[in-house]
């Protein structure tokens, strides 16, 4: 995997993982371009190129197997990774993402939960007891995540990704309404709903 | 607003737009291309550029007033629209998403939540009460929502986008785990959590 992949390409790569991860669930093994295309709405040449960026697994007249494919991609993506990750703020949202599957489906493993509000610290999500965030360094430095979803208030984001940054995790899932600032090495993602909701807005108003 | 505002330009407004916001919040009246882009890790240049397509309201010596700029830029968004929004899935992410106000604070009224689980209907959520998912037509009719969020089971999310299209709903917030398949002049945005996970594990792990 030594190609160098275009930003474009890598931002499909989830896509079609998800694609990939439904084909296999319903035992379908093998996929050509042009049934790929069909199901994600995309040309087979757009595909066929978009694969071929990471070597190219198709064979003349066989297809893609879905399998090596997906496995290919998942790889690629890090997923393989197993990455640990912890949430930070056990309010409504943090809550949720705590229940949602998807992260641990796709190999995201989540070892803690933290909150400061004293009526939550001790009570149980499925499987993990949210802590005290005063014990936040303590259990990094035992369970290591590389991962860390942010969903405190606003103005506790950049005092919570310093303390996260200084105790070594490596990735930021930011679900606070603001920018964030860190060091070089590590890396955020923001989920911004109000952005989401706004630029769908944006299209209703100018039908797009 | 005639004039056609690239999409590249058209994405980062939201961003623009919670800046100003909050430099509203804080009282400053006006701002310098060069502060902005301070504040935004933008360069002023391309700040410049950006404000310019949709009629740049910047004034030398003077910079931009922040509500003139905040405004024009909502209403491109299409936020003084205020376009009253529904919540169908009343799970642990639909509460959530209830419970966020950030929605609400950019003009989306909230008006109504349904679910199919008996357990949960009729019991109340802020001021909302969450609602049978039988009467959703009959909802929408009164209340004429012009955006769904979608928070319900993938296996489901087809099925009820249908009902709301056929009811007239204009853009659907999709939080299901699938892609939805919707007819001219319906809009969806996509709020893939697992993708944004997956996207921050291909950074991690290829140290971006």
Do not use: W
């Amino acid at each position: 995997m030594e190609k160098k992949i275009s930003l474009e390409v890598i931002k499909r790569l989830p896509r079609y993982y998800r694609y990939l991860t439904e084909l296999l669930e319903s035992g379908i093994t093998r996929i050509s371009s042009k049934e790929l295309s069909e199901r994600m709405g995309a040309t087979a040449s757009q595909i066929r190129q978009d694969l071929n960026c990471f070597g190219g697994f198709g064979q003349q007249g066989y297809g893609y197997s879905v399998e090596v494919l997906h496995d290919a991609i998942g790889e690629i993506l890090g997923l393989n990774n197993h990455y640990k990750t912890i949430i930070v703020g056990a309010g409504n949202l943090g809550k949720a993402l705590a229940h949602y599957k998807g992260f641990e489906k796709r190999g995201f493993k989540l070892c803690a939960i933290f909150d400061i509000d004293q009526s939550k610290i001790g009570t149980v999500i499925d499987d993990l007891t949210i802590q005290n965030l005063d014990c936040l360094e303590q259990v990094v430095q035992k369970e290591r995540p590389t991962i860390a979803i942010l969903t405190v208030p606003k103005s506790a984001a950049d005092t919570i990704a310093q303390r996260l940054v200084n105790c070594g995790v490596k990735g930021l899932l930011n679900f606070c309404y603001v920018d964030i600032d860190v060091p070089a090495g590590v890396t955020v993602e923001n989920v911004h709903l109000s952005d989401s909701i706004m630029r769908l807005a944006y299209k209703i108003s100018n039908n797009l």
